[in-house]
Antibody
């Protein structure tokens, strides 16, 4: 079965960077890209960006495009999201999701990133 | 403020039907078939219910159905059950460099 297993919670100071990993399994990794979606405490969902399986193509939300980098490691079927220059409003649960033509079919368990 | 507009709350009694709306614009909901609906129980990751406007994802009961008219998409939950109490989110492709936008979410209460 499809599984997306994310790295653990992080606490960072403002201005720092965080790198969240997402280990994919149970499907052909090269066939479908991955998006990242975040959810601030008590708030709704926000799309952060998308990365192709090879990592060669990316697309980022305007709000974070200057501060986010998404990469992949095909040898370990792991996807990474690095967010730089962290601000308090980046505090959120970050989910990696298998993105099948704009439908988020499978979700990781989420990684809480706290900026404080 | 979210790009897509959903009512903040909805409610119904067990066995009843409830419909949740999701209003966008001609640049998103009105132009593309890529409207999805997600269910999120408290403290859990969201789950895909509906994709491409009206297609149920694998394993989703047929009590969940969806449609679209113009710039507004709708999710209907029939035969309400206690387990349907959750937050529901819509999303749409915007055609703008592959951007996806979400609604603000609707909290469904089963009375």
């Amino acid at each position: 079965q499809v599984q997306l297993v994310q790295s653990g919670a992080e606490v960072k100071q403002p201005g720092a960077s965080v790198k969240v990993s997402c280990k994919a399994s149970g499907y052909i990794f090269s066939s479908i890209g991955v998006s990242w979606v975040r959810q601030a405490p008590g708030q709704g969902l926000e799309w952060v960006g998308w990365v192709s399986p090879s990592g060669e193509s990316t697309n980022y939300a305007q709000k974070v495009q200057d501060r986010v980098v998404m990469t992949t490691d095909t040898s370990t079927t792991t996807i990474y999201m690095e967010l730089r220059s962290l601000r308090s409003d980046d505090t959120a649960v970050y989910y990696c999701v298998r993105d099948n033509w704009n439908s988020f079919e499978h979700w990781g368990q989420g990684t809480l990133v706290t900026v404080s | 403020q979210s790009a897509l507009t959903q009512p903040p709350s909805a409610s119904g009694s067990p066995g009843q039907s409830v419909t949740i709306s999701c209003t966008g614009t001609s640049s998103d909901v009105g132009s593309y078939k890529y409207v999805s609906w997600y269910q999120q129980h408290r403290g859990k990751a969201p789950k895909l219910l509906i994709y491409e406007g009206n297609k149920r994802f694998s394993g989703v009961p047929d009590r969940f159905s969806a449609s679209k008219s113009g710039n507004t998409a709708s999710l209907t939950v029939s035969g309400l059950q206690a387990e349907d109490e959750a937050d529901y989110y819509c999303s749409s492709y915007t055609g703008s460099k592959y951007d996806i936008v979400f609604g603000g979410g609707t909290k469904l209460t089963v009375l």
